[in-house]
T-cell receptor, first 109, second 116 residues
Framework: GQNIDQPTEMTATEGAIVQINCTYQTSGFNGLFWYQQHAGEAPTFLSYNVLDGLEEKGRFSSFLSRSKGYSYLLLKELQMKDSASYLCAVHQAGTALIFGKGTTLSVSS | GAVVSQHPSWVICKSGTSVKIECRSLDFQATTMFWYRQFPKQSLMLMATSNEGSKATYEQGVEKDKFLINHASLTLSTLTVTSAHPEDSSFYIC????????????FGPGTRLLVL
């Protein structure tokens, strides 16, 4: 079957670094997406990893290990506006993305 | 990045009426669009995959006669909630797949439906 796991909730303080993990077991794999979703809004694209390794994009970085079925999203210099849900999604060719249930991150001052 | 719009952003309707939601890809062509539903504090639930020029593919448990999907062009898909009932009240989000690198899905801003 298809299974994507990520923690339900995480908390952190402003200025800190937080790592949100995602493990997956899917029948196919073309790549892995991370999306950010603020309460009451639609998801916005953050990153896409196809190859193993770390992709850095400003304060956000995403890592992938295909052999381990594992990814993480790293958020540095946390800001209050980073409080949101972070969705991990597996891309399989020709199909809809398979989403995890999301990790709700709360950033406090 | 690519832009996807949805209209309307908010709709309130009486029970028994039909509501049409439009999803447009503004700066790219999308042969495939997706429709999701999200209830408060729950994850996105895929309802159907909309393919331009062909019938939509519905997920298990989603009634195709209740949720009519039309994808008449490479930039427009519509979802019609027929004979809406209060339990259909939800946040409906579309996404469009860019056929470029990674086939990234870009989401529209969502439509909040409240059925009274």
């Amino acid at each position: 079957g298809q299974n994507i796991d990520q923690p339900t909730e995480m908390t952190a303080t402003e200025g800190a670094i937080v790592q949100i993990n995602c493990t997956y077991q899917t029948s196919g794999f073309n790549g892995l997406f991370w999306y950010q979703q603020h309460a009451g809004e639609a998801p916005t694209f953050l990153s896409y990893n196809v190859l193993d390794g770390l992709e850095e994009k400003g304060r956000f970085s995403s890592f992938l290990s295909r052999s381990k079925g594992y990814s993480y999203l790293l958020l540095k210099e946390l800001q209050m506006k980073d409080s949101a849900s972070y969705l991990c999604a597996v891309h399989q060719a020709g199909t809809a993305l398979i989403f995890g249930k999301g990790t709700t991150l709360s950033v406090s001052s | 990045g690519a832009v996807v719009s949805q209209h309307p952003s908010w709709v309130i309707c009486k029970s028994g009426t039909s509501v049409k939601i439009e999803c447009r890809s503004l700066d790219f062509q999308a042969t495939t669009m997706f429709w999701y539903r999200q209830f408060p504090k729950q994850s996105l639930m895929l309802m159907a995959t909309s393919n331009e020029g062909s019938k939509a593919t519905y997920e298990q448990g989603v009634e195709k006669d209740k949720f009519l999907i039309n994808h008449a062009s490479l930039t427009l898909s519509t979802l019609t909630v027929t004979s809406a009932h209060p339990e259909d009240s939800s946040f409906y989000i579309c996404s469009a797949r860019d056929t470029g690198v990674g086939e990234t899905q870009y989401f529209g801003p969502g439509t909040r439906l409240l059925v009274l």
